[in-house]
């Protein structure tokens, strides 16, 4: 047989790496939505507006009233590794805010059209600006890239179009628009569930009502009424707990013995960020195997506060995982506590029934 022809190694375009870095990162709209929904949440807004149409492959736009962006810094919004939440690789250690490597908006920019509509409180108008690969390009060929100045009320307003636009092969492995919008609603809802003091409403494009509408003071346990229903909300106990020698407080909303479902739902924020955890999951799972009927399952939302000195939050680009110290002993902790509270309210219920 002859021998393999032997190709030289090259570097790829630099344009293809970003490409496939932002791939890696937003993998689906709701990946996207979430890096956007953090941003508006850093940025100190109240109120938070969510568009959405073609299970946001087709548009996705964020509004919020937030700080805004100033116009000096509009050029450099989209390059990667540019942010406003992070100075030093120590600062990596005390970062409380969501975001902290300024990759989203980079990594979006290079797979969807962006455009950000931007107006700080001192600023006499808003700027609106359009990027694409990291760069300001103009808003039509011809004209000049610079942020273009627009009426606009305080806040940010940040416009993905078509995103995965030049990447066919992941546009086309989408095949339901409302499955995307399904992950897009569950995940401003979880967000809404845990950020008291922010409204939010999420629409689809050309509907007359909101998926989600939260109003900026309603309480917790009426997010969760409006979100997951009042047999879910009929029935929370409120917990909360702390140990220093592991570094953590945890509280939120759970369940009781009442309330049994087919699935469980875990709402979980580490730090004000929402993330999975299959060893979470399981120990609260094992927490109401005792309580419930077999196959019955709980609601829980659970926020965790974790001393960051004690967490690893850069395993990952999409920041979706989330190691921390001493793990095990605070899930012991945290379902010691929960498993305390659901005997105390079963305990009533079995007094109460007796009487
Ligand atoms: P990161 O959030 O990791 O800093 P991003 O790419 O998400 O990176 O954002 C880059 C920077 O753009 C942020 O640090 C912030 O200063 C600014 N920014 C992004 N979105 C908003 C927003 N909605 N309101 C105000 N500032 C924003
Ligand atoms: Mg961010």
Redesign the pocket.
């Known amino acids: 047989a002859a021998a393999p022809t032997r190709r030289r190694i090259r570097p790829l375009d630099q344009d293809v790496v970003n490409k496939i870095a932002a791939g890696e990162i937003i993998v689906a709209p709701v990946h996207a939505l979430k890096?956007?929904m953090?941003?508006?949440v850093?940025?100190g807004?109240t109120s938070l507006e969510v568009l959405v149409k073609d299970g946001g492959l087709k548009l996705l736009q964020?509004t919020?009233n937030?700080?805004?962006?100033d116009k000096e810094?509009l050029p450099i919004?989209?390059e990667r590794f540019?942010?406003?939440?992070?100075q030093k690789f120590e600062d990596l250690q005390s970062i409380v805010?969501?975001?902290?490597?300024?990759?989203?908006?980079?990594?979006?920019s290079h797979i969807a059209h962006l455009t950000?509509t931007?107006k700080t409180r001192d600023s006499d108008c808003a700027w609106r600006a359009f990027y694409k690969g990291g760069k300001l390009v103009p808003a039509k060929p011809g004209q000049s890239p610079d942020p273009k100045p627009v009426a606009g009320r305080p806040?940010?307003q940040?416009t993905v179009e078509d995103l995965f636009y030049n990447i066919p092969n992941r546009r086309r492995a989408f095949r339901s628009a409302s499955d995307e919008y399904n992950k897009i609603i569950d995940m401003v809802g979880r967000y809404a569930v845990h950020c008291s003091n922010v409204g939010f409403l999420c629409k689809k494009h050309g509907e007359s009502s909101a998926s989600i509408s939260i109003q900026t003071n309603a309480s917790t346990i009426d997010r969760i009424r409006q979100i997951y229903g009042a047999s879910v909300a009929n029935e929370l106990t409120e917990f909360s707990t702390s140990d220093n020698r592991w570094g953590f407080t945890a509280k939120g909303l759970a369940t009781n013995a009442n309330y049994s479902t087919k699935k469980t739902t875990l709402l979980l924020f580490i730090n004000h960020r929402c993330v999975e955890s299959s060893n979470i999951r399981k120990a609260i799972e094992q927490t109401y195997a005792s309580f419930l009927p077999k196959n019955g399952h709980p609601f829980v939302y659970l926020s965790l506060e974790i001393d960051p000195q004690r967490v690893d939050v850069n395993v990952h680009p999409t920041k979706r995982e989330v190691n921390f110290l001493n793990e095990d002993e605070t899930i012991q902790a945290v379902c010691e506590h929960l498993r305390t509270k659901l005997a105390a309210v079963d305990a009533s219920r079995t007094f109460l029934t007796q009487t």
């Open positions: 890096e956007l953090e941003n508006a850093d940025a807004s964020i919020d937030g700080c805004g962006i810094d919004l989209c540019t942010t406003s939440k992070l805010t969501y975001g902290f490597r300024g990759e989203a908006l980079a990594s979006i950000v931007t806040g940010t940040v």
